[in-house]
């Protein structure tokens, strides 16, 4: 069925306002767009890992979810969902549940590409019917920044500073999508937030809808950890997806697809520029990160677009 | 059953939930994060063409959608981003000025 | 009717989840809890039960499974050892403290480093403060028996906590007894079925699991768990007495061997309580008032019944099957000691640790025990209050 917007968004909010997350927080609004992929008559059970949106989400007593939701620990979520699934076939077996239940989960970069990627790698090769959706914020922003294996090189992070002998985040950014992808999964995507979310919002109902286990990886930006403006939000995604950094693509059994190719592909640094975590690249004499930063994307673009052909 | 309305931080542990879960759905909406707001996005109904691009941004599900139409800032839970004002192509929100 | 097999620990476990028929089994394998998984493994194989069995990849994630299953409003259960539980020490309070009942069967062993698979109580004593009710066993058949009451425990209604049914690693995990089984219809009646009050499928309500609990909430949350574990006492009562009409078997918090009058007492845990029996049965035949009290339940501690049982004695020898390094003694001695601490007038009390990685204890070992406990009982002077036995000292 074709896209209808004003139709989606129609639908009655799965997940609600007066959550504690920071005033213009990427994490909202994936956690919304991707909710919004249910069909309304399917019920689903939210499995999350400790991280800004567990601490903000459900903080005692109040819940911003009107589906079930489950948090355990940081590095277990795949796991801690796991079990939600396996009792569903039981009791779905034994006829004490009859309804339809999807099982989503979210996680941080920190809870996914890091603590969590065991618990994680586990349960996609187990294939339990599930999707994972990393809100990756490229840093550990719920202790305050500390760098992650997702932080790109060159950020500055808490615990990867600005100095006088190292500048910010030292090696490259992992490519989880990727690894997600040689689990040999049915459904692996990377999206973030463009115009009318048309991309994002298919890539969450083929996640959600494809069976067996599903990945799902959203640039989800932190004006905190990043450090810019809060309503400049859609323009980051925009460069973010229009410099070819975060390419938006899908893996569908093996098969790759791009679901976005910029007009004209914008330099790295317009990116970088709007971000107080990159500011040291463009002081005098670290022009060569600037350089490094774009080659990085170069590469890994015509890598991916030999992938997609 | 316990409600989270019924929940305070001056309620006994005999009127609190087993292991603190919550039996409702949405008990957050109780939640006012409208007062962190510094600045205050307003809606001007007459520039906006009800693309409605501003919705899905919107962090706090603050943006209410009615017969296709985005209706007033829910302002108990609008935290002040200003990413709708970004969001928005025709100019039809703009920061209140300073009273 | 029950009939009797032969059976190791393990098995005898086995067989008792297979009669149970769970929901959802976290497993994962570790020395000497393994058999457990595979034996259920071939029920799951062979259609026996209903059960998902999920296979993940570290105990961290078995007990993630299990927490998930519990809330989803299934019955969960797993089976570890040693460095396997460590592993899930964070999880077990986070089960604890949510309020889950899932069972979880424990083939004791050490814990490394160096590494050792043998048996001692370091890695269940490590788990001790978790929050979740520990149940252990000196036999097979005590193992069986306990794992059967575990569920009917775990899930009345004031108390919803997670129960530990500890054996001891290889020496009863592995040994092959003749054991008494129920037949599987006895056992499902005994446990009955699962109807949680609020779970994460339910259709006409949600439910919301683990919060963040700020400071305003968390020590009423923590206050309600020291609750439950109180009202434990009393479930595992009464599940031991429904037991007790079905089986004939008699359990407690705890077994007084030859206690009645005796002077001279030990205090231990599990396996080792077989051998003190039989140093008993011969001390006694040769006219000597000495007994034994072998724990049944650690966790909620029978503080008041303990001491209670002691309270005629002149000198208590409490035996630790872990170190607790506190350099004052382990942890049943600890809170054995501190049960004493209320009487008129006390037994002298000392600890051995002993048995660590397996290390062997006989009975002339435990003889001696006595003898030193009828020294204290006559001189008055405790001498070393913590001191190990079975290790090598330079001559």
């Known amino acids: 069925m074709a896209y209808n917007f004003k139709k989606e968004l129609e639908k009655p909010e799965r997940f609600v306002g007066g959550h504690r997350l920071c005033a213009g927080c990427g994490a909202g609004i994936t956690l919304r767009a991707v909710m919004r992929a249910l069909e309304p008559g399917d019920k689903a059970v939210v499995t999350n890992a400790t991280g800004c949106v567990e601490v903000s989400t459900f903080m005692y007593p109040y819940t911003s979810w009107t589906d079930s939701y489950i948090h355990t620990a940081f590095e277990n979520a795949a796991a801690t969902c796991s079990g939600v699934t396996a009792c569903y076939e039981a009791l779905k077996r034994r006829g004490k549940v009859t309804d339809n239940y999807k099982f989503i989960t979210f996680g941080g970069d920190g809870g996914t590409y890091d603590i969590g990627f065991q618990s994680l790698s586990g349960a996609m090769e187990r294939g339990h019917d599930m999707v994972y959706v990393c809100y990756d914020n490229e840093a550990y922003m719920n202790t305050g920044i500390q760098r992650s294996s997702s932080t790109p090189r060159f950020a500055n992070a808490t615990t990867a500073p600005v100095g006088r002998e190292k500048q910010g985040k030292q090696q490259d950014k992992k490519d989880l999508t990727a690894i997600m992808v040689a689990h040999g999964i049915p459904y692996a995507a990377q999206t973030t937030f463009l115009g009318n979310f048309r991309d994002l919002h298919e890539k969450a109902k083929k996640a959600i809808y494809t069976e067996g286990p599903c990945f799902l990886n959203v640039l989800s930006p932190c004006p905190r950890g990043w450090q810019y403006d809060t309503a400049l939000l859609p323009k980051i995604t925009q460069l973010a997806v229009d410099t070819c950094l975060w390419p938006m693509y899908e893996v569908e059994d093996g098969v790759w697809h791009l679901t976005y190719e910029p007009k004209k592909k914008v330099p790295i640094e317009e990116y970088m520029r709007l971000q107080g975590r990159f500011k040291h690249c463009f002081q005098k004499g670290n022009e060569w990160m600037l350089e490094a930063a774009q080659q990085y994307v170069d590469e890994k673009w015509e890598a991916l677009l030999a992938k997609c052909r | 059953m316990i409600h989270a309305k019924d929940i305070h931080e001056n309620s006994p542990w005999t009127k609190m939930t087993q292991g603190g879960e919550i039996y409702e759905p949405a008990t957050s909406l109780l939640f006012n994060t409208g007062d962190w707001r510094t600045q205050t996005p307003v809606f001007l109904e007459k520039k906006c063409k009800q693309c409605l691009l501003c919705v899905p941004y919107c962090p706090d599900s603050a943006i209410p959608v009615k017969d296709g139409k985005r209706g007033e800032f829910d302002l108990m839970h609008c935290k002040g981003c200003g990413i709708c004002i970004t969001a928005c192509p025709f100019d039809a929100i703009v920061w209140k000025e300073d009273a | ?395």
């Not at chain 3, 032969?6 to 394998?29: H, K, T, W």
């Not at chain 3, 001696?368 to 001559?395: F, N, W």
Request: proline share 4%; aromatic share 8%.
């Open chain 3, 1 to 395: 009717m029950a009939h009797l097999d032969r059976l190791s620990g393990n098995e005898a476990v086995a067989v008792a989840m297979r009669q149970i028929d769970p929901d959802v089994m976290g497993a994962f394998p570790i020395t000497p809890s393994t058999e457990i998984p595979q034996y259920f493994a071939q029920y799951v194989a062979d259609g026996l039960v209903n059960t998902e069995l999920v296979t993940v990849e570290s105990e961290h994630s078995s007990m993630s499974v299990c927490m998930g299953a519990a809330a989803a409003g299934g019955r969960a259960i797993s089976a570890t050892s040693s460095a396997g539980l460590a592993l899930m020490y964070e999880t077990l309070y986070v089960a604890a403290s949510c309020r889950m009942p899932i069972v979880l069967a424990v083939s004791t062993r050490a814990l490394s480093g160096p590494i050792n698979i043998n048996n001692d109580h370091s890695d269940a004593m490590g788990a001790r403060d978790s929050g979740w009710i520990q149940i252990y066993a000196e036999n097979n058949q005590e193992v069986y028996d306990n794992y059967v009451q575990a569920f009917p425990i775990a899930e009345t209604e004031n108390v919803r906590l997670p129960v530990m049914i500890c054996q001891d690693g290889f020496i009863t995990s592995h040994a092959v007894e003749n054991i008494e089984l129920l037949e599987d219809a006895e056992v499902k009646s005994f446990v009955g079925t699962y109807e949680p009050k609020h779970y994460l499928l339910n259709p006409d309500e949600p439910l919301a699991v683990g919060p963040y609990d700020v400071t305003h909430y968390y020590m009423e949350h923590k206050r309600q768990q020291a609750e439950a574990m109180r009202n434990a006492r009393a479930a595992i009562l009464a599940q031991a007495e429904r037991f007790e009409a079905l089986t004939g078997r008699k359990y407690g918090f705890f077994e007084a061997y030859k206690m009645d009058d005796a002077e001279l007492a030990l205090v231990l845990m599990g396996s080792t309580a077989g051998t003190a029996k039989a140093a008993v049965d011969m001390l006694r035949a040769e006219g000597r008032k000495v007994g034994l009290v072998k724990i049944r339940v650690f966790r909620p501690f029978p503080m008041e019944e303990l001491a209670e049982a002691l309270k005629n004695c002149r000198a208590v020898a409490v035996m630790d099957k872990s170190e607790g390094f506190s350099a004052c003694g382990g942890p049943l001695f600890a809170e054995t000691r501190s049960a004493l601490y209320d009487l008129e007038t006390r037994p002298k009390a000392i600890n051995i640790v002993y048995g660590l990685g397996g290390r062997d204890v006989a009975v002339d070992d435990v003889r001696a025990l006595y003898d030193r406990l009828a020294d204290i009982a006559a001189t008055g002077e405790t001498g070393p209050v913590y001191s190990h036995i079975g290790v090598r000292e330079e001559a």
